[in-house]
């Protein structure tokens, strides 16, 4: 029964990281422009999601593995919409 609380808590927790990522994502589709958007620290960013998910992955942590899933696949659209929207 402890497991399942923590597990759940979790979840919510990673649902809440997640939703972090929304607003710029909104910003960028809206304002169409990334000039304040350094692609560099995105793509860092991105690299460690994807070693922390081969962490997590190796030690089947399911909530990890939401998360650190989750959270490339929301860098990974904040990295194309910024390339995208890129006005140099």
Do not use: C
């Amino acid at each position: 029964m402890e497991d399942l609380i923590f597990r759940n808590l979790g979840l919510i927790g990673t649902l809440i990281f997640i939703t972090a990522y929304i607003p710029q994502i909104k910003h960028l589709i809206k304002v169409k422009d990334s000039s304040g958007i350094s692609i560099f620290s995105w793509s860092i960013w991105l690299f460690g999601a994807i070693l922390l998910f081969i962490y997590a992955s190796h030690n089947k942590d399911l909530v990890f593995i939401a998360l650190t899933s989750l959270e490339a696949l929301a860098i990974l659209i904040v990295i194309i919409l910024a390339i995208k929207f890129n006005k140099k």
